[in-house]
């Protein structure tokens, strides 16, 4: 299912977009149920967040209840992340694939992968507080480190590196342009899914505002909105991340080998 030749903007974003129809009911029940923990994280991680008019006792142990939230969200993300991406890896390339193939990869992957998300956090941290343009280098450059060990035999420690080569040397506007249309139409889609929930889960609140009802004020509004975005829209978000990493591989790794091809001719 992967192109054999490098694609336009739109031609990556069409390729994607045929990989989701073509993959969805294979990871849909994968995705479903393991997208549970994460939004019951997530909804949970909402429900604790300190308030700024609480006092200093309450406020430190709620504290302590996010921070423990925040870690479970983390690890139930990375476990998403490179399961799902296993899983549409492995039929894009027309590979076996398995749900239990899928969790493996997700279970072996998902601590690397939290200590990698540490360390990009820290690493756009440092970009955006010393100049913006350096951070948002590194946010495009380094969205890929997931589906290094996926798409590549590499371990997933070269994730940030390998994923940075490749947008750097593939075209990081090009890169950028796709991941930029691709977080517009899903922001859009989840506000839309949003209002839905929020309208349908707290119709007295009409007057009031739906959206933060449905995102912030109601943790079951927050657990359906988070199950449901990530069923539906992680799946295109991973068809979309793959066909272009692929991309990135057949413009950088063909033009190094040619590369290499022209150094061994120029010292024969």
Known sequence: MLPTEPLSIGGVLDAGIRLYRNTFRSVLPLIA?????????NAWMGAVTPAADEGPELAVGQLGLFLVAMLGVYLALMFLAYALG???VALAKDEPSSVSSAVVAGLKYMLPGFVLVILSILALGIGYVLLIIPGLILTVSLAFYTLVPLMEERSVWAGLNRSHHLVWRGGWLRTAA???VMSVVL???YVILTLVVGLTLAPSMLSEDPLAAASGGSAIGTFVVTWVSVALFSPLYSAIAVVQYNDLQLRVDGTDIESDLEA?????
């Open 33 to 41: 149920v393991a997208a549970v923990p994460y939004a019951l994280a």
């Open 86 to 88: 296993h899983k549409i």
């Open 178 to 180: 796709v991941l930029t």
């Open 187 to 189: 922001m859009a889609l």
């Open 264 to 268: 061994m001719q120029g010292s024969a």
